[in-house]
């Protein structure tokens, strides 16, 4: 199953669920960046696995 990171439109924050599990807004989808060596959205992409891993354990 292939999951897409979205992002809120209204608090700007990153997620992969439907809506935003900060402030309950509306999500849309984010298309990737461009490779980049200095890795600009790194942070983001680990973010994301993290969150991933804590729902998977709940």
Request: hydrophobic residues 20%; charged residues 35%.
């Amino acid at each position: 199953m292939k999951m897409k990171m979205k992002k809120c439109r209204e608090c700007y924050e990153y997620t992969i669920q439907e809506s935003c599990p900060y402030c309950g807004g509306d999500v849309g989808e984010i298309y990737p960046a461009k490779y980049s060596p200095e890795d600009k959205y790194g942070k983001y992409r680990r973010l994301l696995k993290k969150q991933i891993k804590d729902q998977g354990a709940v």
